[in-house]
């Protein structure tokens, strides 16, 4: 099973696809399947690992790097459409 995502800190609440990932297909990271996309991610982008309310933050490499616009669902495509950048 190749990974097709790769989460660098276990603090991460989201993945960046390594490759396209179609809407169903498993988020794959290491040896592990994270969760099924919503949405298809494009290569380079993020994916959600969990649920989040609007408000929380959105982690990545460890770092907040913003939060949830709205309530977003595992598995959904995280970009500036739906997540309020830190400092803005």
Known sequence: MKPNA??????????????????GEEVRVGEKVLCRTIADIAYSHKVL??????????IKYGEI??????????GEWVHTHNLTLKGE
């Open 49 to 58: 690992l969990k649920d989040l309310s609007e408000g929380e933050d959105v």
């Open 65 to 74: 790097i913003g939060q949830a616009a709205q309530d977003l669902k595992q």
């Open 6 to 23: 790769i989460m660098v800190n276990p603090a991460d609440n989201v993945a960046v696809a390594l490759e396209d990932i179609g809407q």
